[in-house]
């Protein structure tokens, strides 16, 4: 289906639109005009949209394609912006309660469909950041809350966090970074390493819980 100046509300059945490429595509859930957002040049292949409330927002550069990805908001004044020229496979964005963001920069690629799936979910008012230049393996996880409260002396002790992951990160599969985690740039973050911490740049980051060694160069997607 190709379509122009088209808008997708939360009330209408999203979540059976796949194979969608589109110029000047519109998504947003249903707030007044001034929230609608462009997506533009973009290319969405079996691709569900669910926003399950109103005045949230999906931002996505230009050139950027998504295949077999979904979007699930649940709250208000939500968003997720996504650059120019990624390449976002087999990855799931999951935003719950109100005020939360997720901001990706340009040339990021994902690659969930070969390793498994990969989850990045935010909650709680918070903000989940990801660089420019970034490449994915599958099966990772990002979360910044635990979904569920620890109690003590009446209070609770684990409040959720902000993720950052710099430019030029490249994640190993079954990777997991959660609340509080930070990543410089120009790192490399080993398969099933656990993130919970900050993190310089130019290191390779490996193990449960993670160890950092200096990265003595920088890392490229061509396997030469």
């Known amino acids: 289906m190709d379509c122009i100046n088209s808008v997708i509300t939360n009330k209408m059945d999203v979540n059976n639109i796949q194979h969608i490429k589109c110029d000047k595509y519109l998504l947003s859930s249903t707030c007044d005009a001034s929230n609608v957002q462009s997506l533009l040049k973009s290319e969405l292949k079996n691709t569900k949209v669910c926003f399950e409330d109103r005045c949230n927002s999906l931002i996505v550069g230009e050139h950027s394609s998504f295949e077999d990805c979904g979007f699930y908001v649940s709250g208000r004044n939500n968003e997720i912006i ?31 469909l070969f390793w498994g799936y990969n989850y990045i ?7 989940l950041k ?3 230049d970034c490449m994915f393996s599958g099966d990772i996880v990002i979360r910044n809350s635990d979904g569920h409260s620890v109690i003590s002396d009446g209070k609770r002790i684990n ?12 994640i190993g599969m079954r990777a997991t970074l959660l609340k509080g985690a930070y990543v410089g740039s120009n790192c490399i973050i080993g398969a099933n390493a656990v993130i919970t911490k900050k993190f310089e740049n130019d290191l390779i980051i490996v193990g449960n819980p993670a160890m950092k060694k200096k990265l003595e160069g920088t890392w490229i997607r061509e396997n030469i």
């Open 121 to 127: 979910h935010c909650a709680e008012g918070h903000t």
């Open 82 to 112: 996504i650059g120019s020229n990624c390449r976002i496979k087999g990855t799931y964005f999951i935003l719950l309660g109100d005020n939360n963001k997720i901001i990706i920069g340009d040339n990021v690629t994902t690659n969930g």
């Open 130 to 132: 990801i660089g420019s």
């Open 159 to 170: 409040q959720s966090k902000d993720i950052t992951i710099g430019n030029h990160v490249w």
